[in-house]
């Protein structure tokens, strides 16, 4: 199967900086990649659909200057929660589909960011 | 109203047990329907994929569809502890992004 990797799986940084996480499809291309924000015995929520070569799609009340993400090439999309702050505290995942379906989902292993 | 409704549970069962997971939904024009299990702190696992109504079989787990009632059900057969997982139901209009249930949380008993 579609083999999504995404880095850091954890990461604890200071309020006001900044992290990148990474995620990258390793066995196909992806053209599409989407993130999404997960809390605690919450569901999915889309934050922002990543296309190669274009600027992303963010969903309604997402703040694009806060999470900037960057699908520079057919492998990989990156997240960058700038100025981090600890409401940003939370797990956040990304997905890519196979052969453009966006009915086949595959998503990496998620990041677990904490704010302090 | 939710656009797809899931009871979160916790679902525990014993092992070996038949287990029944269900979503229902309001949309009318959901086409594809996935079901995903994840564990712990890590990301979605696709488990089964259905486009329109009916029945699909892959080793334990069965998903079935019923558009008339707007109901789609995974059943997992001979249960183990390795099941214990939150599982969510998923479902898309063609070309659309995908509309997540809240997820199940499913505990296997040994």
């Known amino acids: 199967g579609a083999v999504v990797s995404q880095h850091p799986s954890w990461v604890i940084c200071k309020s006001g900086t900044s992290v990148k996480i990474e995620c990258r499809s390793l066995?196909?291309?992806?053209?599409?990649m989407f993130w999404y924000r997960q809390f605690p015995k919450k569901s999915l929520m889309l934050m922002a659909t990543?296309?190669?070569?274009?600027?992303?799609?963010?969903e309604q009340g997402v703040e694009k200057d806060k999470f900037l993400i960057n699908h520079a090439s057919l492998t990989l999309s990156t997240l960058t929660v700038t100025s981090a702050h600890p409401e940003d505290s939370s797990f956040y995942i990304c997905?890519?589909?196979?052969?453009?379906?966006?009915?086949?989902?595959?998503f990496g292993s998620g990041t677990q960011l904490s704010v302090l | 109203q939710k656009e797809v409704e899931q009871d979160p549970g916790p679902l525990s069962v014993p092992e070996g047990a038949i287990v029944s997971l269900n979503c229902t939904y309001s949309n009318s024009a959901f086409q594809y329907f996935m079901w995903y299990r994840q564990y712990s702190r890590k990301g979605p696992e696709l488990l089964m994929y259905t486009y329109s109504s009916g029945n699909k079989e892959d080793g334990r787990f069965t998903a079935q569809v019923d558009k008339s009632s707007k109901y789609i059900s995974l059943f997992i057969r001979d249960s183990q502890p390795s099941d214990s997982a939150t599982y969510l139901c998923a479902m898309s209009v063609r070309g659309n992004k995908l509309v997540f249930g809240a997820g199940t949380i499913l505990r296997v008993k040994s």
């Open positions: 997905s890519a589909t196979l052969g453009g379906r966006n009915e086949k989902l595959f």
């Open positions: 066995d196909f291309q992806a053209t599409t």
């Open positions: 990543s296309n190669e070569g274009s600027k992303a799609t963010y």
